[in-house]
């Protein structure tokens, strides 16, 4: 069992940065893949990034790469996404998932968190 906190959202002016971060409990995070998730109101929830549980090897959507970063620390068991460069469009609430074999879809993450709030001002 995975528990994951999500900390680090909030409102922010287009162009700014934010970091959030993804606490998780257990001894067992460095067997997980890890990603981050977004849900804008109305549209289904999207792949935003995942790490794997290891090696370090990362995928970005389109729309975030050059912007955003994952990474993980798993002697803290927390994975981030330092977000630069926000747009508008990146308003949404933020996931922090976790699975064992996760890694673009949804479905493939057993654990998630509670959401963080994303807002992005013009």
């Known amino acids: 069992q995975v528990q994951l906190v999500e900390s680090g959202g909030g409102l922010v002016q287009a162009g700014g940065s934010l970091r959030l971060s993804c606490a998780a409990s257990?001894?067992?995070?460095?067997?997980?893949?890890m990603a981050w998730f977004r849900q804008a109101p109305g549209k289904e929830r999207e792949f935003v990034a995942a790490?794997?549980?290891?090696?370090?090897?990362?995928e970005y959507a389109d729309s975030v790469k050059g912007r955003f970063t994952i990474s993980r620390d798993n002697a803290k068991n927390t994975v981030y996404l330092q977000m630069n460069s926000l747009k508008p469009e990146d308003t949404a609430a933020y996931y922090c998932?976790?699975?064992?074999?996760?890694?673009?879809?949804?479905?493939?993450?057993?654990?998630w968190g509670q959401g963080t709030q994303v807002t992005v001002s013009s």
């Open positions: 998932a976790a699975g064992a074999a996760g890694w673009k879809v949804p479905g493939t993450y057993g654990y």
């Open positions: 257990g001894r067992t995070f460095s067997t997980y893949n």
């Open positions: 790490i794997w549980r290891t090696n370090g090897v990362t």
